[in-house]
């Protein structure tokens, strides 16, 4: 398995809701990451998890939260959000070493509404 | 700080001639490099790779060549084919850490 999977593909919810996005990788990759991309926009770093542990959160809002359950999951918990966190989220793994192997799920597109 | 860009947000090239994407960096401890290509709705798909012990690296019709003393790196493919339209990012990283994307460049080619 050399996929990073990502559920749901789509997403639609309302500034009140809490939702989950889920990500999992079968390859053993010990780093895992949660992008934002914008329109026209490069991905952008929102968490990193190495061996589980949160080992970086790039000033993230707080109605954003992660989980990493165990080495194979991860999950990003909404609450609140915005209508302007409507992005293409995507989720990575890699080795512990991102030049040994960098692979990106095919993201979910969250709308706010 | 952008510390990765790529300063031509499109380009067009006919079909069968070489497509040229470029990409240059701030940071000079950036030692790894990626291309990965993006279609509408779908996450980045790894293209090609370099590290910074070489100035080329080929597979296929893509080749990536790296400029350290100016830092730039560039894409060529050839043939461009349609089915090459996408986006484009160039990625690069330091010390095995996470990367820090450019700001793509969106390709077309035409039949």
């Known amino acids: 398995d050399t996929e990073v999977t990502q559920t749901p593909k789509h997403l639609v919810m309302g500034m009140t809701n809490k939702k989950s996005l889920k990500c999992e990788q079968h390859?053993?990759?010990?780093?895992m990451y949660w992008y934002k991309q914008k329109a026209k926009k490069p991905p952008e770093l929102m968490f990193v998890y190495s061996y589980e542990k949160l080992s970086i959160n790039e000033s993230v809002p707080s109605r954003f939260s992660p989980e990493c359950p165990n080495s194979s999951l991860l999950n990003l918990h909404l609450h609140a959000l915005q209508p302007e966190d409507s992005a293409l989220y995507l989720c990575?793994?890699?080795?512990?070493?991102?030049?040994?192997?960098?692979?990106f799920g095919s993201g979910t597109r969250l709308t706010v509404v | 700080d952008q510390q990765v860009k790529q300063n031509s947000p499109s380009l067009s090239v006919q079909e069968g001639r070489i497509s040229i994407l470029n990409c240059d960096y701030t940071n000079s401890m950036f030692d790894y490099f990626l291309w990965y290509k993006k279609y509408p709705a779908e996450g980045p798909t790894f293209l090609i790779s370099i590290s910074s012990i070489k100035d080329k690296n080929e597979d296929g019709r893509f080749t990536v060549f790296l400029n350290k003393s100016a830092k730039h790196l560039s894409l060529h493919i050839v043939p461009s084919q349609p089915g090459d339209s996408a986006v484009y990012f160039c990625a690069a990283s330091a010390f095995g850490n996470q990367f820090y994307f450019g700001t793509g460049t969106s390709l077309t080619v035409i039949p």
């Open positions: 990575a793994s890699s080795q512990a070493r991102v030049t040994d192997g960098y692979t």
């Open positions: 390859m053993g990759h010990r780093a």
